[in-house]
């Protein structure tokens, strides 16, 4: 190969454009499947029917309670006797057949809905270890191929789960679904992103990420308002999946992963293709150690290139071990809020479709906020602040009375408690990427997706807390996200910073820089690892 042409710094052409339009596409099904139980398995609000002793025609009379609530578990029969229900009729004002009038997910048996959606969620949780850290793996996976493996079962897992109907074999279907509908393609898709993409655009490709994956949200209020048939729905929701199987195609893998394994004719290949998409102007932007000129016989170093880096290397040295751990109670504490407050529309007043619609919505604004802000105020100063006025709000929210007028106003604050946590939540994804190493890159996004899918998980077992206060969710969720906020403050700032490639950088990154050491801002120089330019010379 002939090389003569200089590899000049870029931060976005149209190589990096196309590659992130088609990764964006696997943030919004990943939303949309995130939520899809919250439709699929609504609680309506329902009645008691009480039956009383039969007629001598053998005709079964019915008393009704005497309005809908979510407490109708008990009722006074014609001889004044308290009794458990056995039969229930439900409102169809909003909904139509769901799982949970299925299998009568009420009562005594809410532990059913509860345990449907953390078996989705420790699903998502699995997927996170393990289709991260094989994405990371020197044998063969990757970024793609995970990418592309987790498009396909999605599409079947999402759909298959509507033929199900017995209740333990969903549960176990739910399970798999997760691993692969919430995990792999998403977590992928975000890492190949960032690793594609110059400093000046993570932020807001990382954003955007998130802002999709809000909107996946909200596509799941709108086909939940026009189709009530929960075999339908599911169908519908599991279609959505078909966006990504041509990505088999069309995305390619990341050459930072490439090279870090040492597979350079792979790597200089992609390269090639963006220089020449992008008319040679705007190529990739990769690290001095990543790339070995071609012009010599520089070997890739034996520790970047044929090992494979786990989990366990995160916690092995001192700062990485801090910040690891830090950061991975961040991802479970915003991970409680913002499912704490998603999971509990329906308790809202007024049309739960809207409520989830206006729930995911409220999200862009605050994406929008965390772009402009970011690059100017840095990562730990806006994420830290974020969690704790979302914390706050949320706290203040448990405290009104029921009355209508101060359950209006509370409902604005828990709006502004999902403003602030969202946008804390979607700083964490650009954070997390650019505080840890290439080599362990995609299994430190899968270790923080792991614990806030693990929040996930607990989060339906902490909404069954309102049967003892009904202020118990709210304060729970409220303090572990103030606790997270608090301590973020002592992770070092990652802005305008260049990512660290092996696991020697990423132990040395930030040492000693805290909001109380450097400034919150993060606006104190700091030395900074040097970027080389690459020669890549090339004939087409």
Partial sequence: MNISCAYVSGDFGSYQ????????MSAFTAGLH???LVT?????EYKCLIPELESESNITNWIVAPKFNNDSCQAINTYNQTINCEKWIFNETYYGTTRAT??????DNRWMGSLAQMSYMFGVFTGSVVL??????HNGFGRKKIFCISAVAQLFLSIGVAFLNNYWIFIAATYVYGIFGSSGSYISGFVLTMELVGPSKRSVCGILFQTTF????????????FIRDTFLLQIIYGLHSLILIPHFWLIDESPRWLWGQGRKEEAIKIIQKALKTNNKTMPILLEKEQMVSLNNDEPVKESNQNRSYSIIDLFKTPNLRN????????????SFGYYGISLRTGNLPGNPY?????????EIPSYIFVTLSMDRMGRRFLSSSMMIVGGTALLISAFFPSDPLSQSISTGIVFLGKFCIAGAFAIIYNYTVERFPTVVRNTAIGLGSMFARLAGGFTPLVTLLDSYDARAPAITFALVTLISGVLSTLLPETLNTVMPQTMEDGEEFGKGDTCFTTGCFGRKKRPQPKQKEIPVEESY
């Fill in 17 to 24: 454009l196309r590659q992130f339009l088609l990764n964006l």
């Fill in 34 to 36: 995130m939520m899809v």
């Fill in 40 to 44: 699929v398995a609504a609680v309506p």
């Fill in 102 to 107: 299925q299998w009568n997910m009420i009562c």
């Fill in 132 to 137: 991260g850290s094989l994405a990371d793996n």
């Fill in 214 to 225: 809000a909107s996946g949200i909200m596509a799941v209020a709108a086909w939940g308002y």
């Fill in 323 to 334: 910040n690891t751990i830090n950061v991975c109670l961040y991802w479970f504490a915003a």
């Fill in 354 to 362: 809207f409520m989830l619609f206006v729930m995911a919505a409220v």
